[in-house]
């Protein structure tokens, strides 16, 4: 059984960063993608970035491209997401989940277990 824990947020100013932590435990962790989303006003869950199960291959919604950067340690069985430049419209829940798919996809309903997820909030 996959179980997974978010951290990291917090509340920053415009043009500032944020590290998030997503920490898992179960087996079939290390066997297949990952994703992050986030939770807005107007989006029940937005996709923001996905990595493979190897790390070495990553995708990110238009709107992070070249600010975020995700990452993973695999075997520590932990995904990073790099926030930088944060703008307000960055604001949200950060939600990370896990796939059996070998690489994450935009569709949440492709994922199999979800985090309750860490809350950034960014002021203008």
């Known amino acids: 059984q996959v179980h997974l824990v978010e951290s990291g947020g917090g509340s920053v100013q415009a043009g500032a960063s944020l590290r998030l932590s997503c920490s898992g435990s179960g087996s079939a962790l290390s066997m297949g993608g990952m994703g992050w989303f986030r939770r807005t006003a107007d989006k029940e869950r937005e996709f923001v970035a996905a990595i493979s199960w190897r790390g070495d291959g990553a995708h990110y919604s238009d709107s992070v491209k070249g600010r975020f950067t995700i990452s993973r340690e695999r075997e520590a069985k932990v995904m990073y997401l790099q926030l930088n430049n944060l703008k307000p419209e960055d604001t949200g829940i950060y939600l990370c989940?896990?796939?059996?798919?070998?690489?994450?996809?935009?569709?949440?309903?492709?994922?199999?277990?979800w985090g309750q997820g860490t809350q950034v909030t960014v002021s203008s």
């Open positions: 989940a896990a796939t059996s798919h070998s690489i994450g996809t935009i569709l949440p309903n492709t994922y199999h277990t």
